[in-house]
C-alpha cells in the first residue's frame, strides 16, 4: 500500500518555480518526508527532507502542512536540466530502505 | 571524488549462465543496498546491508544472492537469471540507513 500519492506528470517553464505536491495522509510520528530525483536513467539524487519544519537547500525549499497530510516540494527557478521523475518517500529517519513509488514525471518547458 | 561504481554497466546474458555485478563505494559508508528499476514499477529493493556481514531482504530478494565482506563492496549474484530478471540496477550507499543515499550510474542487464 502506497505511502505517498503524487501526480503522475507536471509541466514548469523554465525561470518559473516549479511546485511539486505530495499526498501522505497516513505519516507517522516519526517518518521523515524525502525527496528524490531521477534525471532519464541516472542514478536517483537526493534533494531535502524534513520532518515538520520548512526546509531549504541549495537545490529546493519543503514545505510541510502543520497536520503534515501532505507536502510541497519547491524548485525556485526551474532549468531544463531539473526535467527528471521527482519521488516523494516517508520513512522514519534513520530506516533500512526507501520505497520508491511512480514519482511525479516534470518537463521544464523552454 | 566520492562515488559509487558498479560493473559492468551493460551486460547481455542467457538464461540460467550465472553472473555477478559489482558495487564499490569509496566513502566509508556502512550502509549499502541494491534495487532494480522497470518500467510502471519504478525503484524496489532487492537486499540492503548494514554493515559488514549484516544483510537483509528488501521487497524483491527473489533469484538474488548478496555477500558484504568487506565495507566497501557489496556484490549482487544471480546464481541462475531467468528473462524476469531483465532490468535496470542500481546500487546504494549511505551512512547508517540516513537520510541521503549516493546511487551508481546503474547496470542495464538483458537475460535471453
Known amino acids: 500500500d502506497a505511502k505517498t500519492t503524487q501526480p503522475p506528470s507536471m509541466d514548469c517553464a523554465e525561470g518559473r518555480a516549479a511546485n511539486l505536491p505530495c499526498n501522505h495522509s497516513?505519516?507517522?510520528?516519526?517518518?521523515?518526508v524525502y525527496w528524490y530525483r531521477q534525471i532519464h536513467s541516472q542514478g536517483p539524487q537526493y534533494i531535502i527532507h524534513g520532518l515538520k519544519n520548512n526546509e531549504t537547500n541549495e537545490m529546493a525549499s519543503l514545505i510541510i502542512t502543520e497536520d503534515r497530510k501532505s507536502s510541497t516540494l519547491i524548485l525556485p527557478h526551474a532549468t531544463l536540466r531539473d526535467t527528471a521523475v521527482y519521488y516523494c518517500?516517508?520513512?522514519?529517519?534513520?530506516?533500512?530502505?526507501?520505497?520508491f513509488g511512480p514519482g511525479t514525471r516534470l518537463s521544464v518547458l523552454p | 571524488e566520492a562515488q559509487v561504481t558498479q560493473n559492468p554497466r551493460y551486460l547481455i546474458t542467457v538464461t540460467g549462465k550465472k553472473l555477478t555485478v559489482t558495487c564499490s563505494q569509496n566513502m566509508n559508508h556502512e550502509y549499502m543496498s541494491w534495487y532494480r528499476q522497470d518500467p510502471g514499477l519504478g525503484l524496489r529493493q532487492i537486499y540492503y546491508s548494514m554493515n559488514v556481514e549484516v544483510t537483509d531482504k528488501g521487497d524483491v530478494p527473489e533469484g538474488y544472492k548478496v555477500s558484504r565482506k568487506e565495507k566497501r563492496n557489496f556484490p549482487l549474484i544471480l546464481e541462475s537469471p531467468s528473462p524476469n530478471q531483465t532490468s535496470l540496477y542500481f546500487c546504494a550507499s549511505g551512512v547508517g540507513g540516513s537520510y541521503e543515499q549516493y546511487f551508481g550510474p546503474g547496470t542495464r542487464l538483458t537475460v535471453t
Open positions: 518517500i516517508v520513512r522514519p529517519e534513520y530506516g533500512q530502505n526507501f520505497v
Open positions: 497516513t505519516i507517522s510520528g516519526n517518518e521523515y
